[in-house]
């Protein structure tokens, strides 16, 4: 598929971060954007926007706001051609000082999410018998380090579904690409829950000291789409890491290992686990 001018484009997450700078380069395009976030009021980085742009506010947990949308683009639009599911959150930490709160809240969230929107907006798709899901997931539903257990099994859930969906879908003419970029700046450091201080700390260093910003990874995204890719991996540490787990196993081993134990000899070092984080949750 190419996205252009015209195209009919709803993003979620679209106040910040990757959604923000999709948005941006979606409105470039000449693409007509339904942008969407959690935020009730029309956000600042919305309304800075210019270009055929409306904003509605949009919680990827709540079926009534997606039913909402859909509405909006069936009376408005009469169709649509690309929906973009990449609201997220992050959550990390090490399995036992993981609550059930924090996979709950990041399952809702970042799989069940894309899950509603995809769900949402397949019969229309089907019915057009065109369009494109296009689901933000990460590197980390590819390749799965220590100390990301729930970001590394909701990433990979959205990886799955995206999979499932693109054989399921094709027959309709309908297509599927998944979105996996490795740590890239962006606020998404903000929204972290753990109660793995350690891991929480790492994430964010890793995250903003990143080289990448959003606007390249969107455009890699975009140029990639254009090209028609299942799977689009933004960015070269994205490729390198998922051709290493594919190719040369032994090596992804000797570095998934080497990370586990520089953390486990830092937790031993301290005196052992923080076991003030390791509750069960309600």
């Given amino acids: 598929m190419s996205v252009s001018t ?82 997220g959150v992050a959550a990390g930490g090490r399995i036992d000082l993981t609550t059930t709160d924090e996979w709950e809240w990041i399952t809702e969230i970042n799989l069940l999410g894309v899950a509603r929107g995809c769900r949402t907006f397949a019969p229309l798709l089907k019915a057009q018998r065109s369009g494109t899901l296009v689901n933000t997931a990460s590197a980390a539903g590819l390749v799965h380090p220590p100390r990301m257990s ?81 799977v689009i991996l933004p960015d070269r540490d994205a490729r390198v890491a998922y051709a290493t787990k594919r190719f040369a196993p032994w090596l992804y081993r000797a570095a998934m290992l080497r990370t586990a134990r520089k953390a486990a000899a830092d937790e031993e070092a301290r005196g052992g686990a923080r076991t003030q984080g390791a509750r069960v949750a309600r």
């Avoid at 903000?190 to 390249?216: E, K, M, N, V």
Wanted: charged share 20%; hydrophobic share 45%; glycine share 8%.
């Fill in 6 to 87: 015209g195209d009919r484009v709803l993003v979620t997450g679209a106040a910040s971060g990757l959604g923000l700078a999709l948005v941006t380069q979606l409105l470039d395009r000449g693409c007509r954007v339904l942008a969407t976030d959690v935020h009730t009021d029309l956000p600042a980085s919305i309304s800075a926007l210019h270009g055929d742009l409306t904003y509605q506010p949009l919680d990827v947990r709540t079926d009534a706001d997606w039913a909402r949308a859909l509405t909006w683009v069936q009376e408005t639009w009469k169709g649509i051609d690309v929906v973009v599911n990449n609201a």
């Fill in 150 to 230: 729930e970001y590394n099994a909701v990433k990979a859930g959205v990886v799955a579904l995206s999979e499932t969906l693109r054989w399921e879908l094709e027959p309709y003419g309908v297509g599927v690409s998944v979105i996996c970029p490795s740590f890239f700046r962006t606020n998404l450091a903000d929204s972290i829950r753990s109660a793995d201080p350690d891991a929480s700390a790492s994430a964010r260093q890793l995250i903003d000291g990143s080289r990448r910003s959003a606007d390249t990874v969107a455009a890699e995204v975009l140029r990639q789409l254009d090209a028609g890719k299942h």
